[in-house]
């Protein structure tokens, strides 16, 4: 520990003798100065043993004294040590009840002390309490690696608590806890998630402290990573402020843990090139083959109903705009082979992925994320944590999208589209069902779809696209604007026969007119089309045209 006042007054050498604050002896010294200035306030940072021979000083003036103690007091100044017969042959009692009044600790400096003694015994103290701090940190640091080699990050985060008498927590990259030291800890460390998604947003290296004297620890919060968002973080709680023994521990383990998170990073990427194959081989028909090169990683996943997911983000969702209308199975090509040696990406798609693959290793889940491009695909286990991270990110974005932005806002959108349960044979279906779901999805303007949804769901709203309306405009332009001349009601009248299955009788009773007028009626709609209502095919293109105009 760092030189005290006390420690000084014990030291056989200096014969200090304590004349005023004997119960504050135990205050740490940062230096010894020497000073006769009749105001050394300008050049104190604090923390220090001032001497003096009161050569400047009116040391037998009360009023003089009680000035000179009290701006002492306030610039930090931990004690005075005075040295007697040189230009006075004891303290002054005006200086001894100033020290007194404020509460600042008086030390005699006999003549045979030079003041040279006292500020070689506190540099030395200083010195050998660096050099401790500095082989206490490295015997921390050798016992924090032997820790993460033998026993992984839970042992490292055992002896870091161990190290800084407290605690220690480990969170993944969605903020949630992974382990905590001791096992009391982890419900602290549970209750820190906000401060920890708060840390996430800044660019690592970053830290924050949380508590102070008035909470029931102090916790250091720091970021872990080399990326442009940190893979994890690190919790430290104590009881006061970290030493410089505990700060050295704390950085060890901060190095440490950031090797780990980057080796996990790399195996990740490795993994996620493996599951590139996998899908591959799947949407190519060769269950068998996949299940062979997934093995452990990802063969349990293919025993049971998966589900296939496809999310897009905004600007992905624009290069494909086209390409919908051809919709065809496209297994992840270069694209997403290159993008999976590295980052997902950036919002929203890095923290849809980052979220189900969390969740996903919370429950011991596995789960297949390809990245590919501006896409990503999953396959994750049906009913599992993984698709319901999803839906739940997805419900978030869609209540988020509720709320207006402020002027400028330029956050990316997100869709995402979500097939039916599916076995590794029909594994092709499933990613061309959640390629349907997803081009649904940017048509209604939402972030998720499910294809059961569709398939349970009537197909008027499919109506309401743009080209759709389009296409019905055109069709029954030349009827409208035939019974815009107020020679017919063609439009309505092919409505009502359309709606009865073209029985006469029963669409000329709805109009409420002779079957023989609603007959010259569609005489006169196929004149005006060109086409022939026997054809089943116009006539179903008629009434989509109809129904289109009348969702508007």
Known sequence: MPPTLASLVHHSALKLTVRAGEDRLDVPVRWAHVSELADPVPYMEGGELLLITALKLDAEDPEAMRRYVKRLVGAGVVGLGFAVGVNYEDIPAALVDACRQEG????????RTPFLAISKAVSAAIAADQYRAVTAGFAAQREL???????????LLGALAGQVDGWAALYDASGAVVAAAPEWAGRRAARLTAEVERLRERAAPASSVVGGPEHEDRVELHSLGTGRRPRAALAVGTAATLGTAERYAVHSAIALLTLTTE??????????????????MLLAGEPDHARAVAGDLYGGLLDAPFRMI?????????????????????APGAAGAAA????????????????????????????????DGERLVVLAADGGTAVAACTRYAAAL???RAVPEPAGGTEEELVVGLSAPAGPIAAAAAFKQAEQALSVARRRGRV???HEQLAAGSVLPL??????????DGLLRALHEHDATGRGDLVASLRAWLSRHGQWDAAAADLGVHRHTLRYRMRRVEEILGRSLDDPDVRMELWLALKATSAE
């Open 263 to 280: 080796r996990s990073r790399s195996l990740h990427a490795a993994e996620q090139r493996v599951g590139t194959a996998v899908l591959r």
């Open 448 to 450: 998720l779809v499910e």
């Open 310 to 330: 496809v999310a897009e983000s905004a600007s992905g969702s624009a290069a494909r705009a086209h390409a919908d209308a051809h919709a065809h199975v496209r």
């Open 463 to 472: 109506l309401a696209d743009d080209a759709v309306k389009a296409f019905a």
């Open 104 to 111: 600042l600790p008086l030390l005699e400096v006999p003549r």
């Open 398 to 400: 869609e209540a988020a």
């Open 145 to 155: 690696t032997k820790q993460a080699l033998n026993a992984g990050p839970e042992g």
């Open 340 to 371: 999976a040696a590295g980052d997902l990406g950036g919002d929203p798609l890095g923290e849809l992925a980052e979220s189900m693959e969390s969740a996903a290793a919370r429950s011991g889940e596995a789960v297949l994320v390809v990245p």
